[in-house]
């Protein structure tokens, strides 16, 4: 994750202005040597989702290749995030991606408490206790992927194509900072507290995080998915 997170804006610094095939191809053989497979991943991640709105102008069959993108994202780890992910292109196509995001984060920071408290409640050994936890993680999936699948859209429509490697470079280095203080948060609190615990103080600091995000990002900076402002 620290490697994610230092050298994503110095790649770009080093690599953003080199042809972006060959950059790509080149990363894909470097791909191939398992010793340096993540590092190599942070010209290419940024790299790639800003070629991916040069290559698509047309907003729609942008949005599909995101949900594409993120599908396949989802399918290497839980298969309830992945079949989450089928709906949110159609939802952007008529929802503004501020309305869609906020929303999806608000339910993401109450299902963490909830639905641990309703696990918690309900003994492993009871019939109904699987089908919850399914319907858990397909909730907390959706919620991921409505809140990450437009964040392409948001950051192809901010800056022009000469920009939009740095742009993505950034948010790929910011996205994985985060991810970097909140992974071991959630292992400490687990260890020092107990699961159920950290679920409720996660929770409530995903519900302050949408707080400040809807005070940071203002109405009249939203585009409806239609284009229309």
């Not at 991916?52 to 839980?78: C, F, G, Q, V, W």
């Not at 929303?103 to 492993?124: C, D, M, N």
Request: net charge positive; with cysteine; proline share 8%.
């Amino acid at each position: 994750m620290v490697a994610y997170v230092t050298p994503a804006p110095v790649a770009n610094v080093l690599l953003g202005g080199l042809p972006r095939r060959g950059l790509l191809r080149t990363h894909d053989l470097v791909h191939a040597l398992v010793f340096v497979l993540q590092p190599a991943s942070v010209a290419f991640t940024p790299t790639f989702h800003a070629t991916i709105p040069d290559i698509l102008p047309d907003e729609r069959r942008y949005a599909h290749a995101l949900k594409l993108s993120r599908l396949t994202m989802n399918l290497e780890n839980i298969a309830s995030p992945a079949l989450a992910d089928l709906e949110p292109p159609r939802l952007l196509y008529r929802t503004p991606e501020r309305k869609v995001m906020l929303t999806s984060g608000s339910a993401l920071g109450l299902a963490l408490p909830v639905g641990t408290a309703i696990l918690a409640l309900t003994p492993e050994s009871e019939a109904e206790f699987w089908p919850i936890c399914l319907g858990w993680m397909t909730t907390t999936g959706f919620a991921s992927s409505t809140i990450l699948t437009p964040t392409g859209r948001l950051l192809r429509r901010s800056a022009g194509a000469s920009e939009r490697p740095a742009l993505f470079a950034a948010q790929f280095a910011l996205s994985h900072g985060c991810w970097l203080v909140t992974y071991p948060l959630s292992g400490w609190l687990g260890a020092r507290l107990a699961m159920a615990t950290a679920a409720v103080l996660l929770g409530l600091l995903a519900t302050l995080l949408v707080a400040a995000t809807a005070w940071l990002w203002p109405r009249w900076r939203t585009d409806p998915a239609s284009g229309d402002a």
